[in-house]
């Protein structure tokens, strides 16, 4: 059995598993709900880190320097404000920022795609009720309700991880290997999953992680 199988069967393996598993997506979902109603009425929070994504997209496509803005600085490696060049074409940030939540929330619900096709090909069986909730945990569950709100990028990440680590299980090296290296440009912690690649033994997805991770931090510094 290997990591991934011991994994689910330690979350869906009999009913006090899957039920356990149920109740903390369901509680993290409420708790999420209720921090839009704060978020919308008291926080004044809401779409700060994506001020700071537009300030420094915007310096960059002005030949001005990146890493420092308005009310904060720019934390990202170069070619990331590149990828927030579409986004300045929306003014002013507030309805940029509108537009980027929109974006935000397709990418949780295709984790939410990707983890429901990944395991009904390990054969696990899930009910109306069990789908409705990992489609809905990555977009309302506490943690994504926390990053949608403050317009940060870490689903995109978690998506990445998601894709590289499905496509790893069809033994898809070097498509893994791209998503993973691809999640480690923006912030460094999913470089680790490198241990895991070197516990498996998986070369070419190594290669490929460096190939793409490197590839990309030289692209930022061209551009």
Known sequence: MDSVDRLLHFLLNGEHSLSRTRM????????????????????????????????????????????????????????????????????PWELSYGFFTVVNVGIGVSIGIVTVQFLREKSVSL????????????????????????GQINLWIVLLLAVGFVALESDQQRLGGISLGVAAIPKLFPAIVGLYLLREGNWRAIISAVVAGVGGLVAGVIL
């Open 24 to 91: 903390v997506c369901c509680l993290s979902i409420l708790i999420g709900l209720m921090s839009v109603v704060y978020l919308l009425t008291l926080s004044d929070s809401v779409g700060l880190d994506f001020y700071q994504y537009y300030l420094g997209a915007t310096a960059a496509m002005n030949d001005q320097p990146v890493y420092v803005g308005q009310g904060g600085s720019f934390v990202y490696p170069p070619v990331m404000a590149a990828v927030f060049f579409p986004f300045t074409l929306i003014s």
């Open 127 to 150: 009910g109306k009720t069990d789908t409705i909730l990992l489609l809905s945990f990555p977009v309302l569950s506490t943690p994504a309700v926390s990053t949608i709100s403050l």
